[in-house]
C-alpha cells in the first residue's frame, strides 16, 4: 500500500503563494491534486505522469498553479500562485495506476489532505 504524505498547507492572503508537497513512500505512475472547499464536492486541480510528458490542469487553475514532480523522491508538488479567496480548500494528494484513470478521479491512493485558507 502506497502512502501519500503531503505538506506546506497553511495561511496566505490574497494574491500570494504557497507550495504543497506530497512525498510517496513507493514510486506511483500518475500523481496530482485535488481540493475540496467548505459546503462543496472535492475537485480535480491537476494531475502529472510518471515521465512529466502529460500535464493536465483544471480551467480554474491554468495559469496560476504549476505541477512538478521528482522521481528520485517519489515526490510531487504544487505551486499555487496569485491566490485567490476562492481557491480556500483542503487540497488531497492521489495516485493512480494510469492517468486515464486519475482524470475520472478513480484513485488508488489518498493523502490526509492539508488546509490551504486563502484570505482577501
Known amino acids: 500500500q502506497v502512502q501519500l504524505v503531503e505538506s506546506g498547507g497553511g495561511s496566505v492572503q490574497a494574491g500570494g503563494s504557497l507550495r504543497l508537497s506530497c512525498a510517496a513512500s513507493?514510486?506511483?505512475?500518475?500523481m496530482g491534486w485535488f481540493r475540496q472547499a467548505p459546503g462543496k464536492e472535492r475537485e480535480f486541480v491537476v494531475a502529472i505522469d510518471y515521465e512529466s510528458e502529460k500535464i493536465y490542469y483544471s480551467d480554474s487553475v491554468k495559469g496560476r498553479f504549476t505541477i512538478s514532480r521528482n522521481n528520485a523522491k517519489n515526490a510531487v508538488y504544487l505551486q499555487m500562485n496569485t491566490l485567490k479567496p476562492g481557491y480556500t480548500a483542503v487540497y488531497s494528494c492521489?495516485?493512480?495506476?494510469?492517468?486515464?484513470?486519475?482524470?475520472?478521479?478513480?484513485?488508488?491512493?489518498w493523502g490526509q489532505g492539508t488546509q490551504g485558507t486563502f484570505s482577501s
Open positions: 492521489a495516485s493512480a495506476g494510469e492517468m486515464a484513470r486519475m482524470m475520472k478521479s478513480d484513485i488508488d491512493y
Open positions: 513507493y514510486a506511483v505512475y500518475a
